[in-house]
């Protein structure tokens, strides 16, 4: 065949690649949204051209580790998604009646449980860090500024729209804005102002509770019925009196719940509010044209995935309620249940009175694959864990070790210990053996990020906080109905939502690995010139400690100040309060008592017979009868369980 005669192109092999090239513009295109990073969703953006943004840091990162792993994960997500729809195609053909009438059944029980009585209240500093450091240099409040060298951890409103944001690598926010002031952190100061701040809260909610250093859920249900005051009014006063004496602004949210109080927090920013009214039909009419990513919860990845299904805000998901428990789980199900009809937690109670269920810490760094050098930073990480521990009064009954490869590929391998421990010696001496192993599974391993974490915790607090038998007991911080409505109630109560918490819980632990993966990435490894690399990597220690300090820093609880009874707040005229009669918790099934010593003792004779022992280990403490004596077949008396203790059979 000469040259000129080329055979016609095949119709069929022209589609084919055709449609290649469109999977891979399509698969480009959900990259780059995945390179947008967790904080799209911040204040400020709605103006900025969001497709711009997202070719700067895919051209920006292409060629890089970084890149490479968030290519394959963005593969991995997108075959996943495949599977999905592929299972939902089956479930289509099969009949779902049963599935749909236990939708219908959990929307009934969801609908009982709606408390529409409380206000819930959510507090957002206006980027915090950045205000804070304006009040130093208010020359700096008129043009686009952020806080953070290698890695932006809030920028003010003028860079913002620029498409600017917190979680951003340096090297980025100065190409979209290369006018871009970035200032070092100060953690004292943040640290400083937050507590100014939370002394007003205090005023408003002494039980308020801090969601990291510049939020807060208040309830001022209380508050309001005291001071005879609107909600809305009562908001106002609020802002207003931390503005005054602050001299920052905060934008807040006010609802009938936690989840749409932080939603309604975003909308007015910045200083300002927005109430979404405590009527089923109004909240139901918010959630409906709501973006299922504004819920606090739903990350990139889960939105990908409901948008494949067809379901893009919270109204779409009552659509595909028969389809949701089979294709992403029960407890998947039951939070997009709640977020459909706007249901969230009503308590709101001081940080550090959340069950824990692990304490952490994890350090990133540059790539480092020397022996000597990983045992020191584990063991470093070890006296890091050590003061956390000590700090929240904790102990672990499981240790986990936590690694990432320079390849940016995690791995966890954990262990029981034979005793509960927090000591860096002990936390060393059962990490060690961790490590050693995965060392000779991966010759060479060269890591960039290390941790440890203690599960399965056990309280170290003296007294009063277990009952007899180490169950944790409730205790009582204020009186009257309105304290038990806000108190955590047991599955008859409908109170706890564990399911809200464990997806923002996840979601919070995704968006902040996602932050610290997005900007470990930084320019000069691609392109630095000999004569820099000394600086370069003097710099990047910088950045990864502040890194490292920030996610620390942000989080950290606390205790709640007390009220301040010269401030305005606390200063109007309140209803007469019942006073609290005094009590004495008895140490065995751990119920308060009156304080009077006749009726104690005689109580505790009770609580020690052998039959109300068995009740308490059954969770049984309604019993208030008194102890009755058995009878033998002779006819004799005899006491009942005084004798000896007796638990089970």
Same mark, same amino acid.
């Given at each position: 065949?000469?040259?000129?005669?080329?055979?016609?192109?095949?119709?069929?092999?022209?589609?084919? @690649?055709?449609?290649?090239?469109?999977?891979?513009?399509?698969?480009?295109?959900?990259?780059?949204?995945?390179?947008?990073?967790?904080?799209?969703?911040?204040?400020?953006?709605?103006?900025?051209?969001?497709? *711009?943004? %997202?070719?700067?840091?895919?051209?920006?990162? *292409?060629?890089?580790?970084?890149? !490479?792993?968030?290519?394959?994960?963005?593969?991995?997500?997108?075959?996943?998604?495949?599977?999905?729809?592929?299972?939902?195609?089956?479930?289509?053909?099969?009949?779902?009646?049963?599935?749909? =009438?236990?939708?219908?059944?959990?929307?009934? /029980?969801?609908?009982?449980?709606?408390?529409?009585?409380? /206000?819930?209240?959510?507090?957002?500093?206006?980027?915090?860090?950045?205000?804070?450091?304006?009040?130093?240099?208010?020359?700096?409040?008129?043009?686009?500024?952020?806080?953070?060298?290698?890695?932006?951890?809030?920028?003010?409103?003028?860079?913002?729209?620029?498409?600017?944001?917190?979680?951003?690598?340096?090297?980025?926010?100065?190409?979209?804005?290369?006018?871009?002031?970035?200032? +070092?952190?100060?953690?004292?100061?943040?640290?400083?102002?937050?507590?100014?701040?939370?002394?007003?809260?205090?005023?408003?909610?002494?039980?308020?509770?801090?969601?990291?250093?510049?939020?807060?859920?208040?309830?001022?249900?209380?508050?309001?019925?005291?001071?005879?005051?609107?909600?809305?009014?009562?908001?106002?006063?609020?802002?207003?009196?931390?503005?005054?004496?602050?001299?920052?602004?905060?934008?807040?949210?006010?609802?009938?719940?936690?989840?749409?109080?932080?939603?309604?927090?975003?909308?007015?920013?910045?200083?300002?509010?927005?109430?979404?009214?405590?009527?089923?039909? @109004?909240?139901?009419?918010?959630? =409906?044209?709501?973006? @299922?990513?504004?819920?606090?919860?739903?990350?990139?990845?889960?939105?990908?995935?409901?948008?494949?299904?067809?379901?893009?805000?919270? #109204?779409?998901?009552? &659509?595909?309620?028969?389809?949701?428990?089979?294709?992403?789980?029960?407890?998947?199900?039951?939070?997009?249940?709640?977020?459909?009809?706007?249901?969230?937690?009503?308590?709101?109670?001081?940080?550090?009175?959340?069950?824990?269920?692990?304490?952490?810490?994890?350090?990133?760094?540059?790539?480092?694959?020397?022996?000597?050098?990983?045992?020191?930073?584990?063991?470093?990480?070890?006296?890091?864990?050590?003061?956390?521990?000590?700090?929240?009064?904790?102990?672990?009954?499981?240790?986990?070790?936590?690694?990432?490869?320079?390849?940016?590929?995690?791995? @966890? $391998?954990?262990?029981?210990?034979?005793?509960?421990?927090?000591?860096?010696?002990?936390?060393?001496?059962?990490?060690?053996?961790?490590?050693?192993?995965?060392?000779?599974?991966?010759?060479?391993?060269?890591?960039?990020?290390?941790?440890?974490?203690?599960?399965?915790?056990?309280?170290?607090?003296?007294?009063?906080?277990?009952?007899?038998?180490?169950? =944790?007991?409730?205790?009582?911080?204020?009186?009257?109905?309105?304290?038990?409505? $806000?108190?955590?109630?047991?599955?008859?109560?409908?109170?706890?939502?564990?399911?809200?918490?464990?997806?923002?819980?996840?979601?919070?632990?995704?968006?902040?690995?996602?932050?610290?993966?997005?900007?470990?990435?930084? +320019?000069?490894?691609?392109?630095?010139?000999? *004569?820099?690399?000394?600086?370069?990597?003097?710099?990047?220690?910088?950045?990864?400690?502040?890194?490292?300090?920030?996610?620390?820093?942000?989080?950290?609880?606390?205790?709640?100040?007390?009220?301040?009874?010269?401030?305005?707040?606390?200063?109007?005229?309140?209803?007469?309060?019942?006073?609290?009669?005094?009590?004495?918790?008895?140490?065995?099934?751990?119920?308060?008592?009156?304080?009077?010593?006749?009726?104690?003792?005689?109580?505790?004779?009770?609580?020690?017979?052998?039959?109300?022992?068995?009740?308490?280990?059954?969770? !049984?403490?309604? %019993?208030? &009868? +008194?102890?009755?004596?058995?009878? %033998?077949?002779?006819?004799?008396?005899?006491?009942?369980?005084?004798?000896?203790?007796?638990? #089970? $059979?």
């Amino acid at each position: 065949m000469t040259q000129d005669a080329k055979p016609h192109s095949n119709p069929e092999d022209a589609a084919i @690649t055709a449609a290649i090239e469109k999977a891979k513009a399509a698969e480009h295109d959900t990259l780059k949204y995945h390179l947008l990073g967790p904080s799209l969703t911040k204040a400020g953006q709605d103006s900025v051209d969001q497709q *711009k943004v %997202s070719e700067i840091i895919y051209n920006a990162s *292409k060629g890089s580790k970084f890149f !490479d792993n968030e290519e394959h994960k963005d593969k991995n997500l997108t075959q996943k998604i495949e599977k999905i729809l592929a299972r939902k195609k089956q479930l289509e053909k099969t009949d779902l009646a049963s599935d749909l =009438r236990r939708a219908e059944e959990y929307i009934a /029980t969801l609908e009982l449980s709606r408390d529409l009585s409380q /206000t819930v209240v959510h507090i957002d500093c206006d980027a915090f860090y950045a205000a804070v450091e304006e009040l130093d240099r208010p020359e700096l409040k008129d043009v686009p500024m952020a806080v953070g060298k290698g890695v932006l951890t809030t920028c003010n409103y003028h860079a913002r729209k620029f498409g600017c944001r917190s979680g951003m690598a340096g090297f980025v926010a100065m190409k979209l804005c290369p006018h871009l002031i970035c200032l +070092p952190l100060n953690f004292e100061k943040y640290t400083a102002k937050a507590q100014e701040v939370r002394a007003i809260l205090a005023d408003y909610d002494p039980r308020f509770e801090s969601a990291s250093i510049d939020e807060a859920y208040l309830n001022i249900t209380d508050y309001c019925e005291e001071h005879q005051i609107d909600p809305e009014e009562a908001v106002v006063q609020l802002r207003s009196q931390v503005a005054e004496q602050t001299k920052i602004t905060i934008s807040a949210g006010i609802a009938a719940n936690a989840k749409i109080a932080k939603i309604a927090s975003n909308r007015n920013k910045p200083n300002g509010q927005f109430r979404v009214a405590n009527d089923r039909a @109004t909240i139901l009419a918010f959630m =409906r044209d709501l973006p @299922t990513r504004k819920v606090n919860g739903i990350g990139r990845v889960f939105e990908r995935e409901l948008d494949a299904i067809g379901v893009k805000t919270c #109204g779409d998901i009552y &659509a595909q309620r028969a389809y949701l428990s089979k294709l992403f789980g029960h407890k998947a199900f039951q939070f997009l249940m709640q977020c459909y009809l706007g249901l969230g937690r009503t308590n709101v109670q001081p940080a550090e009175e959340h069950e824990r269920k692990s304490v952490g810490t994890e350090s990133t760094f540059r790539d480092m694959s020397d022996r000597h050098e990983l045992r020191a930073k584990l063991r470093w990480i070890a006296e890091e864990l050590e003061k956390d521990l000590a700090r929240t009064q904790f102990k672990g009954r499981t240790l986990v070790l936590k690694i990432k490869l320079h390849t940016y590929e995690v791995l @966890t $391998r954990q262990v029981v210990v034979p005793k509960a421990v927090s000591s860096a010696d002990d936390l060393y001496t059962y990490a060690l053996p961790m490590m050693s192993k995965l060392e000779r599974e991966i010759p060479g391993m060269k890591l960039r990020l290390m941790g440890l974490r203690c599960t399965h915790l056990v309280s170290t607090k003296k007294g009063g906080d277990v009952d007899f038998f180490g169950v =944790r007991r409730l205790e009582s911080h204020s009186t009257g109905s309105a304290a038990l409505k $806000r108190a955590n109630t047991d599955d008859e109560g409908w109170e706890i939502w564990p399911e809200e918490a464990e997806f923002e819980a996840a979601a919070l632990e995704q968006e902040q690995q996602d932050e610290i993966e997005s900007n470990e990435e930084q +320019p000069y490894q691609q392109d630095t010139p000999t *004569k820099a690399e000394a600086k370069e990597e003097d710099q990047e220690e910088i950045n990864i400690e502040d890194r490292n300090r920030r996610l620390k820093h942000g989080r950290e609880i606390r205790p709640n100040p007390a009220p301040s009874s010269s401030s305005p707040a606390s200063s109007k005229p309140k209803k007469d309060e019942p006073k609290e009669e005094a009590s004495w918790p008895c140490p065995i099934c751990g119920l308060p008592q009156a304080a009077q010593d006749q009726a104690f003792n005689t109580h505790i004779d009770f609580c020690l017979s052998r039959q109300t022992i068995k009740d308490v280990a059954r969770g !049984d403490t309604t %019993s208030s &009868a +008194p102890m009755k004596r058995k009878v %033998s077949a002779t006819g004799k008396e005899k006491e009942g369980g005084r004798k000896k203790l007796f638990f #089970g $059979r």
